[in-house]
């Protein structure tokens, strides 16, 4: 479990091919000295396993169903990623329960530059339907609080802090990110969709006013 607060911008320092998928090499900066392994890393919001750690580099075993479902599939020597050690029973929960568990990607399609820098993006319903207004979202595994939520996208607004210490700054127009919705929304929603009435239809409006509830 991780919370979205980013503890470090790290290196890939290369990209091998494995049996499993992928191995990938990163550096850990500060990150490193606590680090042991089998530890858990999210990165760029995708929950990986440590197998190795020496001088300061994290290597992690990255199988071919990640490489294909998040933009993990695309790392490069040299790309900056987003890290966060798993979150420990006692510390505090800055952002909001994340599990690095990406749902989907998403596409930047619009930035705007003022006090704060708002961010659009395209994303399918599969995503934005488990979003609401002012709820909570990942990118990259940063925890964001949702500015608009609309059938084909949903746009967030990042301050300087966010900007300067995670990748975020970085991102252009149709750039894709890792998205992970709000886990609570994930189980009211199929709560919902597998009829919370046991008849097998759902919840609607209509049943809520036949059980009295309207």
Not at 10 to 35: D, F, Q, Y
Not at 140 to 152: E, I, N, Q
């Amino acid at each position: 479990m991780f919370t979205g607060i980013i503890r470090h911008v790290g290196c890939v320092e290369g990209v091998e091919s494995a049996r499993c998928g992928r191995r990938v090499a990163i550096s850990l900066g500060p990150l490193a000295a606590g680090l042991r392994v089998g530890d858990s890393v999210a990165v760029d919001g995708v929950c990986l396993t440590a197998s190795a750690v020496r001088e300061g580099v994290g290597v992690f075993d990255v199988i071919h169903e990640t490489l294909s479902r998040t933009t993990l599939g695309g790392l490069t020597r040299q790309a900056r990623v987003n890290l966060e050690p798993a979150l420990r029973l006692g510390d505090g929960l800055d952002g909001h329960l994340v599990q690095g568990h990406v749902d989907g990607l998403a596409r930047l399609s619009r930035v705007r530059d003022g006090a704060s820098r708002e961010l659009e993006f395209t994303a399918g319903a599969d995503l934005t339907d488990l979003m609401v207004v002012k709820g909570s979202i990942a990118i990259h595994g940063v925890s964001l609080t949702l500015t608009a939520a609309r059938r084909d996208g949903f746009g967030v607004a990042i301050i300087p802090t966010t900007l300067r210490e995670t990748t975020l700054g970085q991102l252009r127009v149709g750039d894709e990110v890792n998205i992970e919705t709000d886990v609570i929304g994930k189980y009211v929603l199929k709560c919902l969709k597998a009829g919370p009435l046991r008849d097998g239809g759902g919840l609607t409006m209509d049943k809520l006013r036949e059980n009295g509830f309207l």
